[in-house]
């Protein structure tokens, strides 16, 4: 700031002052703090913890997964992550039996998703790229839809007409939250 512009006390000189009314100042410096306070959060994606968690039976692999059992949840899925470790996943529950479809906006892994009916049986599987809205449909109602890194059902020997015991008991755990 120019010196001759300014008073001995700090505050800017009379003729800066009258450039902005006294009664915006107060206003103007609270709106620009709330700006800056609110950009990082705009820019962060959604947190991740707080789901529920279970063990799943896959094959001859255990695979930990994150119950999505809510509409908020199911909405969410795994968008915005960056990785997914190996064994984990998402299991994504619904009351009812429907034809059920899944898209990756916004998720930034490949991913592979197996249908699975209320008996626990994968009626399909489909593997979806990352950041498309392509909409990856169950062949037959289902109430089940598990979310895997790409190609892991393939690498264990996983494929329709396979059953997933534990299913129920991963609702329960979803409900007990």
Known sequence: MNHAA???RGRPAPAVRRLIPARWQTGLVVLVAA???AAPAAATPPEHDGLPETTLEVGDRELTVELAA???SRSQGLMFR???ADDRGMLF???TPDRRAMWMRNTLIPLDVAFIDGDGEITNIETMAPETTRLHWSVAPIEYALEVNAEWFAQHGIEAGDRIPGLDAARET???Q
């Open 82 to 84: 960056e990785a997914l």
């Open 70 to 72: 809510d509409d908020a």
């Open 35 to 37: 700006l800056l306070l």
């Open 93 to 95: 529950i619904w009351d």
């Open 174 to 176: 979803a409900r007990g």
């Open 6 to 8: 300014v008073h001995a």
